[in-house]
T-cell receptor
Framework: EAGVTQSPTHLIKTRGQQATLRCSPISGHTSVYWYQQALGLGLQFLLWYDEGEERNRGNFPPRFSGRQFPNYSSELNVNALELEDSALYLC?????????????FGQGTRLTVV | LAKTTQPISMDSYEGQEVNITCSHNNIATNDYITWYQQFPSQGPRFIIQGYKTKVTNEVASLFIPADRKSSTLSLPRVSLSDTAVYYCLVVGGAGSYQLTFGKGTKLSVIP
């Protein structure tokens, strides 16, 4: 069974550009989480989607946005990139809904803003 | 969301048992305690989850006292490959299953 897949694995962008990161959850999972992890730091919660709806977002500016598609895959968009946006972006999926189950993480997308 | 507090770092020699304690004073009735492990440049990996008393799997044990305001992750006979960051999370309750990670505990295993 395929795990959580993220694309691309690496992304280099120039300051001011836009970046789009993609995540495919494990089959049957309806919840998708996005996290930002800057080098040497902990995971900062970005967004949580479940059943196509945004359930919560972390303390990030509006230029961080995303969506979840009918097949439960998800996209994270970062507009007007800043140097400080350089980080590992991790996506996780779980069964979701009102079920408390473990989350499975992808290998991440390493975003570098120059 | 219940806040968790755990030591920033710990050192241990190979072959020793390691216990990492996490406090979660405002844990709610429906919350579960969950631990994840993360290696550098990788996504976290689920280790163990429990509600009360003791849970054991092939990797670790989780001890939760009756008041559930703290929990202890126990790693038996650690090896160098157990060097990682360990996160304690409180998940669930009040319809919220959002995963919020704290700073974690960086465990360094010394040969």
């Amino acid at each position: 069974e395929a795990g959580v897949t993220q694309s691309p694995t690496h992304l280099i962008k120039t300051r001011g550009q836009q970046a789009t990161l993609r995540c495919s959850p494990i089959s049957g999972h309806t919840s998708v989480y996005w996290y930002q992890q800057a080098l040497g730091l902990g995971l900062q919660f970005l967004l949580w989607y479940d059943e196509g709806e945004e359930r919560n977002r972390g303390n990030f500016p509006p230029r961080f946005s995303g969506r979840q598609f009918p097949n439960y895959s998800s996209e994270l968009n970062v507009n007007a990139l800043e140097l400080e946006d350089s980080a590992l972006y991790l996506c996780a999926s779980s069964l979701g809904g009102e079920r408390n189950t473990e989350a499975f993480f992808g290998q991440g997308t390493r975003l570098t803003v120059v | 969301l219940a806040k968790t507090t755990q030591p920033i770092s710990m050192d241990s020699y190979e072959g020793q048992e390691v216990n990492i304690t996490c406090s979660h004073n405002n844990i709610a009735t429906n919350d579960y305690i969950t631990w994840y492990q993360q290696f550098p440049s990788q996504g976290p990996r689920f280790i163990i989850q429990g509600y009360k008393t003791k849970v054991t799997n092939e990797v670790a044990s989780l001890f939760i006292p009756a008041d559930r305001k703290s929990s202890t992750l126990s790693l038996p006979r650690v090896s160098l490959s157990d060097t990682a960051v360990y996160y304690c999370l409180v998940v669930g309750g009040a319809g919220s299953y959002q995963l919020t990670f704290g700073k974690g505990t960086k465990l360094s295993v010394i040969p």
